[in-house]
C-alpha cells in the first residue's frame, strides 16, 4: 500500500508539474506577445492616433491586462491543474482515449472589461470570460470561446501552443472585444438612482452596474442579438 502510494504521488505530481511548467511558459509568451502589440502600435500608429492608447499593465505573476481604447482584455493563470470532466467531448478523441492524462490540463483565463472601468474605478461594472485556454502535458491547448476564439482552436489533438497560434489567439480576442459593443441598458433598469449612487458618483466609485450587453443574458451570440 505504502509503494502504491508512493507511486502514485510521483507519477500524479510529476504530470501535474509538467501541466503547469507549460501553461507558466504559454503565459509567459502570451505577456511578451501583447507586449510585442503594445509596442509596435505606439511606434507605429501612437503618432497619428493620439486618442487611441494600448498599454500593458501587469498586476502579478500570475494576471496581466492590456487597455486598448475603450476595451481592457485581463488574462489570468489559474496556479492550479483541472482534468476535463468524464462527459466532456474531449474524451471522445483518441487522442485522449489513448492516454487519459492528455485530458489534465492549466487555465488561461481571457476576460473583456470596458477600459472605463478600470479608470473610474467602477468596481461595481462587470467583465465577460470570452474565452480560456487549456494546456496539456504535451503542450496541446483546446480553447473554449467565444465566436473564433470557440471555432478556430478547438483541435486539441493537433494544435500545439506555440507563437504562431500565440498571436493568432490575442488578435482573435482583440478583434472580439473591439466588436463586442456596449448596448444601451434597458430604460426601466435605470430609472430610479438613489442619493448615495449621486454621491459615488462625485467620488467615481458609481455603484449602477455598467457592462456590455448589461441587461441582457450572456449565454450565446444569439440570445444576445434577440435582447
Known amino acids: 500500500m505504502e509503494n502504491e502510494i508512493f507511486n502514485l504521488l510521483t507519477t500524479k505530481g510529476n504530470l501535474k ?11 509567459a509568451a502570451l505577456k511578451k506577445k501583447v507586449e510585442l502589440f503594445t509596442m509596435e502600435f505606439n511606434q507605429q500608429f501612437k503618432m497619428d492616433n493620439p486618442r487611441v492608447n494600448v498599454e500593458i499593465t501587469n498586476s502579478t505573476d500570475f494576471e496581466f491586462s492590456v487597455r486598448f481604447a475603450s476595451d481592457t482584455l ?31 490540463c492549466g487555465i488561461i483565463n481571457i476576460y473583456n472589461f470596458l477600459s472605463d472601468s478600470f479608470k473610474y474605478n467602477r468596481i461595481n461594472d462587470s467583465g465577460y470570460l470570452i474565452g480560456r485556454i487549456f494546456i496539456n502535458k504535451e503542450n496541446h491547448y483546446y480553447i473554449e470561446g467565444k465566436h473564433e476564439l470557440g471555432l478556430q482552436f478547438n483541435n486539441f489533438s493537433q494544435n500545439i501552443f506555440n507563437e504562431e497560434v500565440i498571436e493568432s489567439v490575442l488578435l482573435a480576442s482583440m478583434k472580439y472585444a473591439i466588436e463586442f459593443d456596449l448596448l444601451t441598458p434597458p430604460y426601466d433598469n435605470l430609472k430610479e438612482i438613489t442619493v448615495l449612487d449621486i454621491q459615488q458618483l462625485e467620488m467615481q466609485t458609481m455603484t449602477i452596474k455598467t457592462a456590455k450587453r448589461m441587461g441582457f443574458r450572456f449565454q450565446s451570440d444569439r440570445e444576445e442579438l434577440k435582447g
Open 17 to 27: 508539474q509538467d501541466v503547469y511548467d507549460l501553461t507558466c511558459n504559454g503565459f
Open 74 to 104: 485581463v488574462f489570468m493563470m489559474h496556479t492550479n491543474v483541472f482534468e476535463f470532466p468524464r462527459a466532456h467531448d474531449v474524451f471522445k478523441l483518441p487522442y485522449v482515449k489513448e492516454d487519459p492524462t492528455r485530458s489534465y
